[in-house]
């Protein structure tokens, strides 16, 4: 299974960007899809992520900014960010947890740059 993600860049704070990801491969099933984020010296920490049942979950720094949504028949996520900080600039990386036959597996994309000027 691979993972492309686009759409980051260079935007102002107070500005939107629209992340996307498509998985693409192997017969699969996706059971979670998300983003995760790490900035320059910080650990990768989640920002946003939607299960196969359609739950949100998000990370309180982001919440209310931030909108994640899947179409599972394009095996698509995106990520809607709105109201950007200069504090989220950071790499971002689609996830996924996908099932195969039995088995479950984990992948990530090569990750977009996500730069946010104030």
């Known amino acids: 299974v691979q993972l492309v993600e686009s759409g980051g860049g260079l935007v102002q704070a107070g500005g939107s960007l629209r992340l996307s990801c498509v998985a693409s491969?192997?017969?699969?099933?996706?059971?979670?899809f998300g983003w995760y984020r790490q900035a320059p010296g910080k650990q990768r920490e989640l920002v946003a992520d939607?299960?196969?049942?359609?739950?949100?979950n998000y990370a309180d720094s982001v919440k209310g900014r931030f909108t994640i949504s899947m179409d599972n028949t394009k095996n698509t996520v995106d990520l809607q960010m709105n109201n950007l900080k200069s504090e989220d600039t950071a790499v971002y990386y689609c996830?996924?947890?996908?099932?195969?036959?039995?088995?479950?597996?984990?992948?990530w994309g090569q990750g977009t740059q996500v730069t946010v000027s104030s």
């Open positions: 939607i299960r196969s049942g359609g739950i949100q």
């Open positions: 491969g192997t017969t699969f099933s996706i059971k979670t």
């Open positions: 996830y996924a947890i996908v099932q195969i036959t039995t088995l479950t597996y984990q992948y």
